[in-house]
């Protein structure tokens, strides 16, 4: 009898709830809707039933404050807390391999030169400098220095569009786009961010560059501010550029058009080698590429005359749209430039950061350029007793047969390492750096200063292809360099310590 009577009252008020419902405005048209389109549907009704009751609840909802509520302490507090926290260091502490090379170091007391005195008072052997012709010890540039210095004064004090250049810079300017036959050439300030400006003033996110896996550092930080496309082609391999070539035309195939640019070095920094440029040039013409060359090292040594890798491999410069070079390197200056059309040279005033936004090249370091490159070109038989000192030098390093030479044989700056079998029949992999900084400290011993070659290690800018990391992962290298300014027999004598120490170390270590 209560389920019966249950059962009535409800539904008189199921019926009396329709009966109002229908009363509302609309409410046939709304039924009308829920018939048709969900008679056959069930469970969308059902989601949608969720949703509508979802929104219902969330707009009835009471309103709460996004804002964390501050908590007070007191003095004593906040400064227990003061006391207890400890910042994270800037840097990571020192290796045991970079606190030995700090202890190691050696401080040169004086000018550089052939021979230095350190300042413990030892005189050595300096094989480590690009001091290739032995221009700062060179009289008539530290005369014609002086000159400059007290009629210019120490600096330009203001970057090169504002106030910043000076007669002397363009005087610099014309004369090397004259000794390379370019139409026109800038000089930037410092050497190293010549081409990591170049390089972001050309080419924009988008834009392709496919460069050589060795690059210098400076070159990779180039391409990282470009913010460019970068695709990797393995080191000095040609046929391997022509796949990536090949490659990118395909993926590009139905794209809008891009800018392009190939971009390798005429004396690679890392490994000492050369590019073959005249394959280069002919890939770069087949895919309509635009060529970038860092001659950073090969300018002033490479060549008959030393205009570089271009002279060397019989290259017309033309075929070269921008030509990178240093003035701090064969020309013991300072600054770096870039030459090319006159086009490419006057976008560069407006629009490469390191032009723009940095102090002018000082007026004594641009002057003692010009006046190195007239020595150069006015003296081919220096660039022939540095080729022969060179060769005297290598000949001495590869009668040691534990090491294997990397940079080509007309590089005055020569780059060695240890060769592969004899580092893993030792199981020396872990320990090569530090058994080449030993080897450098034997030299040392012997009044021989050569060096290690450094790499920065900790980018964490990755190839976009690949996600393999930026910078050349080679084998740690020796570098030693000879000049003009050592006899025959001081380079035979440097070869031969290296040599010996290098027979030293290896031998001091557990087979």
Do not use: W
């Given at each position: 009898m209560d389920l019966q009577h249950a059962l009535s009252v409800l539904n008189s008020t199921i019926d009396e709830a329709s009966t109002q419902f229908r009363r509302v405005p609309g409410s046939a048209i709304l039924l009308r809707y829920i018939k048709n389109s969900y008679q056959n549907d069930p469970i969308r009704s059902v989601?949608?039933?969720?949703?509508f009751l979802f929104a219902v609840r969330y707009l009835l909802a009471p309103r709460y404050s996004t804002q964390q509520k501050s908590m007070d302490l007191t003095e004593e507090e906040i400064d227990e807390l003061v006391e207890e926290w400890t910042p994270e260091p800037l840097v990571a502490p020192p290796t045991e391999l970079e606190a030995i090379e700090e202890e190691r170091r050696p401080i040169i007391a004086g000018s550089t030169g052939p021979r230095v005195k350190l300042l413990n008072g030892k005189t050595v052997t300096n094989?480590?400098?690009?001091?290739?012709?032995?221009?700062?010890?060179?009289?008539?540039?530290?005369?014609?220095?002086?000159?400059?210095?007290?009629?210019y004064g120490v600096?330009?004090?203001?970057?090169?569009?504002?106030?910043?250049?000076?007669?002397?810079h363009m005087d610099t300017e014309k004369q090397?786009?004259?000794?390379?036959?370019?139409?026109?050439?800038?000089?930037?300030?410092?050497?190293?961010?010549?081409?990591?400006?170049?390089?972001?003033?050309?080419?924009?996110?988008?834009?392709?560059?496919v460069a050589d896996r060795a690059c210098n550092f400076s070159i990779q930080k180039g391409l990282q501010v470009s913010r460019s496309t970068v695709r990797w082609f393995n080191h000095n391999d040609v046929d391997d550029l022509e796949r990536v070539l090949a490659q990118v035309a395909k993926e590009q195939k139905r794209k809008h058009l891009t800018r392009r640019f190939i971009i390798t070095e005429g004396l690679f920094e890392n490994t000492g080698d050369c590019p073959n440029l005249p394959k280069i040039v002919e890939?770069?013409?087949?895919?309509?590429?635009?060529?970038?060359?860092?001659?950073?090292?090969?300018?002033?040594?490479?060549?008959?005359?030393?205009?570089?890798?271009?002279?060397?491999?019989?290259?017309?410069?033309?075929?070269?749209?921008?030509?990178?070079?240093?003035?701090?390197?064969?020309l013991c200056a300072g600054g770096g430039f870039c030459a090319g059309t006159l086009e490419v040279v006057e976008h560069q005033r407006i629009s490469s950061s390191a032009y723009v936004f940095s102090a002018a090249l000082?007026?004594?370091?641009?002057?003692?350029?010009?006046?190195?490159?007239?020595?150069?070109?006015?003296?081919?038989?220096m660039i022939v007793d540095l080729r022969e000192k060179t060769r005297a030098f290598r000949q001495q390093l590869e009668r040691c047969e534990h090491i294997e030479i990397t940079s080509a044989p007309e590089n005055p700056r020569c780059l060695f390492h240890l060769k592969r079998d004899i580092v893993a029949s030792?199981?020396?992999?872990?320990?090569?750096?530090?058994?080449?900084?030993?080897?450098?400290?034997?030299?040392?011993?012997s009044s021989v200063m050569i060096?290690?070659?450094?790499?920065?290690?900790?980018?964490?800018?990755?190839?976009?292809?690949?996600?393999?990391?930026f910078g050349w992962e080679g084998y740690p290298m020796l570098m030693a360099s000879v000049t003009i300014g050592h006899s025959k027999k001081d380079v035979e004598a440097g070869g031969s310590v290296i040599r010996k120490s290098v027979g030293k170390v290896l031998g001091r270590l557990k087979k």
């Open positions: 989601v949608e039933l969720c949703l094989l480590a400098s690009h001091n290739y012709y032995n221009l700062v010890g060179n009289e008539m540039i530290k005369e014609r220095g002086v000159t400059i210095l007290r009629n600096g330009a004090c203001g970057p090169p569009n504002f106030y910043g250049t000076q007669d002397v090397i786009a004259k000794f390379l036959g370019v139409e026109a050439c800038i000089v930037y300030a410092q050497a190293f961010s010549t081409i990591s400006s170049v390089i972001p003033a050309f080419s924009k996110r988008g834009d392709i560059i890939l770069k013409n087949r895919f309509k590429y635009r060529l970038i060359l860092d001659e950073t090292h090969s300018f002033g040594v490479l060549g008959r005359t030393g205009r570089g890798l271009t002279e060397q491999q019989n290259v017309d410069v033309s075929n070269v749209e921008m030509l990178i070079g240093s003035l701090s390197h064969a000082p007026a004594m370091l641009s002057v003692s350029a010009a006046e190195a490159l007239k020595l150069i070109e006015g003296n081919p038989d030792k199981g020396l992999a872990d320990d090569e750096e530090r058994i080449l900084s030993d080897i450098v400290e034997e030299c040392m011993g060096t290690r070659v450094k790499v920065v290690k900790d980018s964490s800018v990755t190839d976009f292809a690949s996600g393999r990391r």
